[in-house]
């Protein structure tokens, strides 16, 4: 079709001035008059839409069925400049519509609560809200790519169906191609694996990590970023079943080194936002959080804080709070605590590092003390962790030991195992929760809500 995106008039409106030109889009609102009447349409290119003025006298044909919210049209106008200073609009001469909308459509100009907007995945897209969160959720991935490219890290794609259970939480979706029949009718486990796709078990990933570390044994630096899975029956408005991760892998780094990668690329990845998404966290700071902008501002302009696990303790324990749950060393620290270190004792993000290794993973560095873990998460105000990170224990007697402890099965682990016998080095990784960090970046406070389709227990739209 001869259409022009809508965002080339808004923002280069001065080279379209006084020309004829095509839009196409959809009618967000529709408002008649006397002898005018106006449209907002919106097609998707910009955050903004564009105005479009009909002269009743001089417009020729029924105009009530573009009237209406919701319905798809193509215009055909004159490019002028509108009241605004700086703004354009078109001058419409005719219309063509492309397709109906019944009054039954859902988003009527008035408030909808982002609860009912969740019931309608496949329209809520065109609200604002979902408009300037895919904007952004675009750019920022793009940022990603961006860093790790310009840092000479090599992109990986880590496979999707896994053998392994990397955070060893049992987390894991099973994939099976096995019936119900065959879960009746097998006489043990033994048999019902046998008959099934891969003659074992088999499961969505957790973490792109395993497989990474394995890349990064080979090239140095790699990442991985993709959709990650996690069967966590928790209903908290920071956890979905499918998220993606980015997940990079540097050999020949330790926990210090993988902590300056993390904090450049958050300041990175903020700054290309603050940059390229100026008109959405402007909608943003309006309608989800005062005082975005500047937040993430002093993100990219000060340093982030790194606190030892045991001093993070005792701040909490001389806090003076009274938490849920009851604070000692030893404990996995729950939302309550970490927002209570980000946001009333620091109010900036916070590298916790040294972890208890009982309450983290089996591939972490474990310290010389025999207690902690070379292990850090980053910690931001309002969302809590975003990053897991850790320095790998690269020892192959200790990464057995570990494992031992935690009952696993060595067998599903051969090839990760075979990385600390021939020619292992220190390395470290992190993984950063892309919807996490979207939260973080846009103040939206429903992990739900910043992806195109939200994936929790008992909702699959
Ligand atoms: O802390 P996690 O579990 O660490 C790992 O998976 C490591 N293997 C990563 C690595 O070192 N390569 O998860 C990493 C991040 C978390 O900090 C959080 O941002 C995000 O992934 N995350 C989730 N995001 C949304 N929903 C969930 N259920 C999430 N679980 C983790
Ligand atoms: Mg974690």
Same mark, same amino acid.
């Given at each position: 079709?001869?259409?022009?995106? @809508?965002?080339?008039?808004?923002?280069?409106?001065?080279?379209? =001035?006084?020309?004829?030109?095509?839009?196409?889009? $959809? #009618?967000?609102?529709?408002?008649?008059?006397?002898?005018?009447?106006?449209?907002?349409?919106?097609?998707?290119?910009? =955050?903004?839409?564009?105005?479009?003025?009909?002269?009743?006298?001089?417009?020729?044909?029924?105009?009530?069925?573009?009237?209406?919210?919701?319905?798809?049209?193509?215009?055909?106008?004159?490019?002028?400049?509108?009241?605004?200073?700086?703004?354009?609009?078109?001058?419409?001469?005719?219309?063509?519509?492309?397709?109906?909308?019944?009054?039954?459509?859902?988003?009527?100009?008035?408030?909808?609560?982002?609860?009912?907007?969740?019931?309608?995945?496949?329209?809520?897209?065109?609200?604002?809200?979902?408009?300037?969160?895919?904007?952004?959720?675009?750019?920022?991935?793009?940022?990603?790519?961006?860093?790790?490219?310009?840092?000479?890290?090599?992109?990986?794609?880590?496979?999707?169906?896994?053998?392994?259970?990397? /955070?060893?939480?049992?987390?894991?979706?099973?994939?099976?191609?096995?019936?119900?029949?065959? &879960?009746?009718?097998?006489?043990?486990?033994?048999?019902?694996?046998?008959?099934?796709?891969?003659?074992?078990?088999?499961?969505?990933?957790?973490?792109?990590? %395993?497989?990474? /570390? #394995? !890349?990064?044994?080979? +090239?140095?630096?790699?990442?991985?970023? *993709?959709?990650?899975?996690?069967?966590?029956?928790?209903?908290?408005?920071?956890? &979905?079943?499918?998220? $993606?991760?980015?997940?990079?892998?540097?050999?020949?780094?330790?926990?210090?080194?993988? @902590?300056?990668?993390?904090?450049? +690329?958050?300041?990175?990845?903020?700054?290309?936002?603050?940059?390229?998404?100026?008109?959405?966290?402007?909608?943003?700071?309006?309608?989800?959080?005062? *005082?975005?902008?500047?937040?993430?501002?002093?993100?990219?302009?000060?340093?982030?804080?790194?606190?030892?696990?045991?001093? &993070?303790?005792?701040?909490?324990?001389?806090? *003076?709070?009274?938490?849920?749950?009851?604070?000692? $060393?030893?404990?996995? +620290?729950?939302?309550?605590?970490?927002?209570?270190?980000?946001?009333?004792?620091?109010?900036?993000?916070?590298?916790?590092?040294?972890?208890?290794?009982?309450?983290?993973?089996?591939?972490?560095?474990?310290?010389?003390?025999?207690?902690? #873990?070379?292990?850090?998460?980053?910690?931001?105000?309002?969302?809590?962790? @975003?990053?897991?990170?850790?320095?790998? /224990? !690269?020892?192959?007697?200790?990464? @057995?030991?570990?494992?031992?402890?935690?009952?696993?099965?060595?067998?599903?682990?051969?090839?990760? %195992?075979?990385?600390?016998?021939?020619?292992?080095?220190?390395?470290?990784?992190?993984?950063? *929760? %892309?919807?996490?960090?979207? +939260?973080?970046?846009?103040?939206?406070?429903?992990?739900?809500?910043?992806?195109?389709?939200?994936?929790?227990?008992?909702?699959?739209?």
């Amino acid at each position: 079709m001869n259409n022009i995106d @809508i965002n080339k008039i808004l923002c280069e409106g001065e080279k379209y =001035l006084g020309k004829d030109v095509t839009v196409a889009g $959809w #009618v967000r609102t529709a408002r008649d008059s006397k002898n005018m009447a106006f449209l907002a349409l919106n097609d998707g290119t910009s =955050l903004k839409h564009l105005q479009l003025v009909i002269d009743k006298a001089n417009y020729v044909g029924e105009l009530s069925a573009f009237m209406k919210n919701g319905v798809s049209l193509l215009a055909n106008g004159r490019v002028v400049t509108a009241m605004k200073e700086g703004e354009f609009e078109l001058n419409v001469k005719s219309l063509e519509l492309l397709g109906d909308c019944p009054a039954d459509y859902p988003l009527q100009k008035k408030y909808h609560s982002m609860e009912f907007l969740r019931t309608i995945p496949e329209l809520r897209v065109r609200t604002n809200t979902f408009n300037a969160m895919l904007r952004v959720r675009s750019k920022l991935s793009f940022a990603i790519h961006r860093f790790f490219q310009q840092e000479g890290f090599i992109y990986v794609h880590t496979p999707i169906i896994t053998g392994s259970d990397c /955070e060893g939480a049992g987390e894991i979706f099973r994939v099976t191609t096995n019936t119900y029949a065959d &879960a009746k009718t097998a006489k043990d486990e033994a048999e019902y694996l046998a008959r099934d796709f891969f003659r074992r078990k088999a499961g969505l990933t957790v973490s792109g990590q %395993l497989e990474g /570390e #394995v !890349a990064a044994m080979a +090239m140095g630096k790699i990442y991985t970023f *993709g959709p990650t899975f996690r069967a966590e029956n928790s209903n908290t408005p920071r956890h &979905a079943a499918e998220f $993606w991760q980015v997940e990079p892998e540097v050999a020949f780094a330790k926990l210090p080194d993988i @902590i300056k990668i993390a904090e450049r +690329m958050i300041k990175f990845v903020i700054s290309a936002v603050l940059e390229e998404c100026k008109e959405e966290l402007a909608f943003f700071e309006r309608t989800f959080e005062e *005082g975005l902008v500047k937040k993430l501002e002093a993100v990219v302009n000060s340093d982030f804080k790194v606190l030892e696990y045991s001093e &993070a303790i005792e701040i909490l324990k001389n806090s *003076g709070q009274q938490f849920q749950y009851p604070v000692e $060393w030893g404990l996995d +620290m729950q939302s309550e605590h970490e927002r209570y270190i980000t946001e009333k004792v620091f109010n900036k993000p916070v590298f916790v590092i040294n972890y208890p290794k009982k309450i983290k993973s089996f591939y972490m560095k474990q310290n010389d003390d025999g207690l902690t #873990v070379a292990a850090t998460d980053l910690l931001v105000p309002g969302v809590g962790e @975003i990053i897991g990170c850790s320095e790998r /224990e !690269a020892d192959y007697d200790k990464l @057995i030991q570990a494992m031992n402890e935690r009952h696993m099965n060595l067998d599903d682990y051969k090839g990760y %195992l075979n990385l600390r016998k021939y020619g292992s080095v220190p390395h470290s990784g992190f993984g950063l *929760g %892309l919807e996490r960090i979207l +939260m973080y970046v846009t103040g939206i406070n429903n992990i739900r809500d910043v992806q195109l389709y939200s994936r929790t227990a008992g909702d699959l739209m």
